[in-house]
């Protein structure tokens, strides 16, 4: 249902009810840039680069918070809408350690910046995020050099000893999208805004490292955070976008069924984010989806069933080791009747078989002692 129109750059288009002038644009394929917003939660208007012009009113408006209006007039693009972009990115490159390639290159130094990337992109002095920032690609795009204000010096030092998680705070721009991400999207309420001014700060629990707060390194403040403030631990380094091929999949840890995406690089996972547009959880994952995949290049890993004799465990095959799990599984049965076995389905298996399984243990060996672990 319709609610009106508005005009935008000139062209008429349609609105519904509640839908803001960001949301009317990108349904239209109208490109505004924007640092804070993220989809699905309340706006906060924090990064102002989402401005546009709405006719009759005083100021540039972030189109992000702003609710479309029937008969509204905007424009996206206009020069004062571009300087204002431009002022933006400048502020916010100042504001913190934005020593990246971005600096002093202007829009028309993009070969230059790829070139430069391509061979400068696994240099361990560069910016995690190099490649991979949302910031440098909107000063890239706007002419930003990071050097129209001086740069302030950082006030915090980096919080390395997490688990799974880098902050560095930085590179922080106080987007808030981090802490949208985790009140709003995952409802962990880990971290919120703390101190004031020029000191002010992305807190968990009273300004605690992570490891000592409420968070549960699900790491979807990483996955939403557009700069290097937020990083993968485990990627610094070996990621870089341009080397990695992207293959999704389903995450094999519980019958949820998140939909991931691996990337990888020579043969080898190096890093995993939620695929955005996936169901069931649209780029939503636990600490295990997204960091637990080195247990596939474990030495340890089982690749064989094992059968265990006199105490010790032997290598078997999977005929062999299914032929004796039946030869006792019917021997109990003939000596003790149906009830004295018992299944519990694993909640690591698809649903599909949890339901063979019950059908096993209730049609063929007439029991219904049949469970599954996740009612644990
Ligand atoms: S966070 Fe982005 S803009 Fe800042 S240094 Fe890193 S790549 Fe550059
Ligand atoms: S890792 Fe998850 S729980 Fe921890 S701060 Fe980030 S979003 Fe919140
Ligand atoms: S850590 Fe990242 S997502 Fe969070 S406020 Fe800073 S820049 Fe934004
Ligand atoms: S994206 Fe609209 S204010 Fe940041």
């Given at each position: 249902m319709s609610d009106g129109t508005l005009l935008i750059n000139g062209t008429t288009h349609p609105f519904k009810p509640g839908q803001t002038i960001l949301e009317v644009a990108e349904e239209a394929g109208i490109a505004i840039p924007t640092l804070c917003h993220l989809k699905g939660t309340t706006p906060t208007g924090a990064c102002r680069l989402c401005v546009v012009e709405?006719?009759?009113?005083?100021?540039?408006?972030?189109?992000?918070?702003?609710?479309?209006?029937?008969?509204?007039?905007?424009?996206?693009?206009?020069?004062?809408?571009?300087?204002?972009?431009?002022?933006?990115?400048?502020?916010?490159?100042?504001?913190?350690?934005?020593?990246?390639i971005t600096s002093g290159a202007g829009t028309d130094a993009r070969e230059l910046f790829n070139a430069r990337a391509e061979a400068e992109g696994h240099s361990e002095h560069l910016c995690p995020s190099w490649g991979d920032c949302k910031l440098q690609e909107y000063a890239l795009a706007y002419g930003a050099t990071g050097t129209a204000y001086p740069r302030s010096k950082p006030t915090y030092p980096p919080e390395l000893k997490n688990p799974m998680i880098i902050r560095d705070f930085s590179r922080c721009i106080l987007?808030?999208?981090?802490?949208?991400?985790?009140?709003?999207?995952?409802?962990?309420?880990?971290?919120?805004?703390?101190?004031?001014?020029?000191?002010?700060?992305?807190?968990?629990?009273?300004?605690?490292?992570?490891?000592?707060s409420a968070c549960v390194f699900c790491g979807e403040c990483v996955q939403v955070c557009p700069t290097g403030a937020l990083v993968d631990k485990k990627s610094k380094g070996i990621w870089r976008p341009w080397d990695v091929e992207t293959i999704r999949t389903t995450c094999p840890y519980c019958g949820v069924g998140c939909q991931q995406i691996l990337h990888v690089k020579e043969g080898r996972i190096v890093k995993i984010t939620g695929d955005e547009e996936g169901l069931p959880n649209k780029g939503r994952l636990c600490v295990k989806g997204r960091f637990g995949y080195d247990f596939i290049y474990s030495d340890e890993r089982l690749t064989t069933p094992l059968i265990r004799e006199n105490g010790e465990f032997r290598e078997a095959s999977w005929d062999e080791a299914l032929d004796l799990v039946a030869d006792k599984l019917k021997g109990i049965i003939a000596e003790s009747g149906p009830d004295a076995i018992a299944g519990v389905s694993c909640a690591r298996s698809l649903n599909e078989d949890s339901y063979q399984m019950q059908k096993l243990f209730r049609g063929v060996f007439k029991t219904n002692n049949i469970d599954h672990c996740a009612r644990t």
């Open positions: 709405v006719k009759g009113a005083r100021n540039l408006l972030a189109s992000c918070s702003t609710p479309a209006e029937n008969g509204m007039e905007v424009t996206t693009d206009s020069p004062t809408v571009m300087s204002s972009r431009k002022m933006t990115l400048e502020l916010l490159l100042s504001s913190g350690n934005h020593d990246c987007c808030g999208r981090c802490v949208q991400a985790c009140n709003e999207v995952q409802v962990n309420e880990a971290i919120s805004y703390g101190y004031r001014g020029s000191e002010s700060k992305i807190v968990a629990l009273g300004d605690l490292p992570l490891g000592q």
